[in-house]
């Protein structure tokens, strides 16, 4: 079966409600009309109701005992004594000028046979009886094929009406010659007589009510299959081409079923059925669409917490929206909160000119691969970060915001930094062994003609001592030989359980009464808890005993020297860190202090190479030794040797 369309059911709909609406019109207005009709009615009987009660409460009070006072005693003058008589007659004088109603005095047992009572009138009479409380009815009748309005009021028999209407032997002898003794008595006091009963036709007046009810349903009809007409046009103008468009709208929306490549199609002629069917299929696309976004945003928050490097998502007033877990441990955030706190993301770059830069370049470029910068974490300690990110747009392409993933590589470069020094020393001690072995041969040759020469005792002072200054000088460069071969050299150290903290109070101790004399201070921090560690005991207080002397040397006139030991890295390193308050090693001077004959001290204080040594016998205990320093702010050295593990 095919379904209707809006048009069409709005069209049989609106049809039906007016038709309805006419049907009820034109009953209210046939009601109106009827009830209008019958006030009028009622009104009239009323009216006549009271003349013929008048006219009979004349003749009993008034006329009747005037007439029979000139009367002889059983004189009866019906034209004046009798109020059935004289009532028939005003009524029917009445009529004459006023025909449209009828007047009877109805009786069921009547003196005159003009007032007999037929059957209805006689039922009347007889519920008059039943019911004392009742003294008049009204109502609509039909009789003789007409239909009148019947009004009827009761006449009850009184104590007056009984002298003619009791027994026949009491009433007067004119009026059973006139009447008759065969009806009219036997009445006694409170019995229903007659009723005054009043027919007015009214089959004329429906008729024209009825009339004037299907004009004003015709005129309903036509009025409002006009206005019908209107609001048809004003539906299909503002509704139907509405709906139509939108169903075009959500066509598009829709687009192709899954599976094919035919558009969305609604069978049905009905347009809400069609909307609906759109609604349904848009609303299972979106749900499906709602689905795999969830998904998708499961899977990219799972990517994003548990992402190994820092995310951060940066709105375009430079603000930070989120961080990921790994984000906040790199920067100490206690939690995420206190990360978006921040009033810019410019706050974690250390040189605020590296955060314009990178700002600049996401503006113009819209992206920044492996971006190396400063920056500071939450208590202000400087790192190291490489950066790559992208710059998100909005749907007009303006720029809506950053997606940054951060790397932190400080402990990268400080292995990068490790591992050239460590190859530029390599390099500069194979150097130095060779230039070594090339200059020892002739330095022997040249120390071994002088010894000939002095043996010889000359004569002459000036040889003498010319020799001594050869000799003196040979012998210097020996010592610069064999520290260069003592550079190059790899020889094994021999490892044994040593106490840290002992082999630095040996080296204090044996300093500590110089540097006292130079007004120093040598403050112990040591770690009571050290275990003992497997190490070359010799070289490490070598090492010590370079780093003291270079500390005390830094600073001519006295100053403080802290030596403090630890365990770092989760008890798998032992950390010892020598640090002074001289006037810190210089930027341009602090990458070149571990190089062979590097030195700021005069040419007669070192050869620039206890730094060089030291490095090298940190290094063959598989530790690493660094430098933390800046000019004025005096200079830490900090070393890390590997502890035993159990």
């Given at each position: ?219 309903a009809t036509v009025s409002l299959f006009f206005l019908w ?405 005096g200079t830490t050295f900090n070393i890390l040797l590997p502890?035993?593990?159990?």
């Amino acid at each position: 079966m095919k379904t209707l369309s809006v048009k069409a059911k709005f069209q049989f709909g609106a049809g039906c409600i007016l038709f309805l609406y006419c049907v009820a019109a034109t009953t209210i207005a046939y009601h109106f009309l009827k009830g209008m009709v019958s006030d009028e009615i009622y009104k009239e009987t009323q009216l006549l109701e009271s003349t013929a009660d008048a006219t009979r409460t004349y003749v009993k009070d008034i006329l009747r005992p005037r007439v029979a006072a000139l009367m002889p005693p059983d004189g009866f003058l019906p034209q004046a004594m009798s109020t059935s008589y004289v009532g028939r007659e005003v009524m029917s004088r009445i009529r004459e000028r006023f025909p449209e109603f009828e007047y009877r005095r109805a009786a069921g047992n009547p003196m005159n046979p003009v007032n007999q009572a037929d059957e209805f009138e006689k039922e009347r009479l007889q519920w008059f009886s039943e019911n004392p409380d009742r003294s008049e009815w009204q109502g609509m009748i039909n009789k003789h094929g007409n239909a009148y309005y019947t009004r009827m009021r009761a006449i009850y028999a009184e104590s007056e009406c009984l002298q003619c209407h009791g027994h026949p032997a009491d009433s007067p002898s004119d009026m059973k010659a006139i009447y008759g003794i065969a009806g009219g008595y036997g009445y006694h006091e409170g019995d229903v007589v007659a009723a005054d009963t009043i027919y007015i036709p009214v089959g004329f007046s429906f008729v024209r009510i009825k009339e004037a009810a299907w004009l004003t349903f015709l005129v309903a009809t036509v009025s409002l299959f006009f206005l019908w007409g209107l609001f048809y046009l004003l539906f299909n103008r503002t509704v139907v081409l509405e709906l139509k468009g939108l169903l075009s709208t959500f066509r598009n929306i829709a687009g192709p079923a899954k599976n094919s490549e035919a558009p969305l199609v609604f069978s049905s002629g009905d347009e809400i059925a069609q909307l609906k069917g759109a609604f349904e299929t848009v609303a299972g696309e979106l749900q499906q669409a709602h689905d795999d976004l969830k998904n998708s945003e499961a899977k990219y928050r799972l990517i994003f917490e548990t992402s190994q490097h820092a995310i951060i998502i940066i709105d375009s007033r430079k603000q930070v929206k989120d961080i990921n877990a790994a984000g906040m441990a790199l920067f100490g955030f206690r939690d995420r909160a206190e990360a978006l706190s921040m009033e810019s993301f410019f706050q974690i770059f250390f040189d605020t000119r590296d955060a314009t830069r990178f700002m600049q370049t996401m503006t113009e470029k819209g992206f920044v691969q492996g971006l190396e910068v400063e920056m500071v974490d939450r208590s202000g300690s400087k790192m190291s970060i490489m950066v790559s990110a992208t710059a998100r747009r909005d749907e007009n392409g303006m720029f809506a915001g950053i997606t940054a993933m951060l790397r932190d590589v400080t402990e990268m470069r400080r292995m990068d930094k490790y591992l050239a020094q460590t190859e530029k020393l390599a390099s500069i001690g194979q150097l130095a062994s060779g230039v070594a072995h090339e200059i020892n041969n002739p330095l022997g040759v040249i120390q071994c003609y002088a010894n000939l020469i002095a043996k010889s005792k000359p004569s002459d002072p000036q040889v003498l001592s010319d020799v001594g200054i050869i000799r003196k000088h040979t012998e210097q460069c020996r010592s610069v030989v064999e520290a260069l071969l003592n550079f190059s050299r790899s020889a094994e150290p021999c490892m044994n359980k040593t106490d840290i903290n002992a082999c630095i109070e040996e080296v204090v101790s044996v300093l500590d009464l110089q540097l006292q004399k130079d007004n120093f201070t040598i403050e112990r921090q040591f770690d009571a808890t050290l275990p003992r560690i497997t190490v070359d005991g010799n070289k490490i207080t070598q090492v010590l005993m370079n780093l003291l002397i270079n500390a005390s040397q830094a600073m001519p006139d006295g100053g403080r020297i802290v030596v403090k030991t630890a365990l770092a890295k989760e008890g798998k390193e032992l950390a010892i860190s020598i640090s002074d308050t001289g006037p810190g090693i210089s930027k341009e001077n602090i990458t070149k202090i571990f190089d062979p004959f590097f030195t700021t001290k005069g040419p007669e204080k070192g050869t620039g190479l206890g730094l060089s040594v030291s490095y090298g016998i940190v290094q063959q205990h598989g530790g690493s030794i660094t430098v933390d320093s800046s000019h004025g702010k005096g200079t830490t050295f900090n070393i890390l040797l590997p502890a035993d593990q159990p």
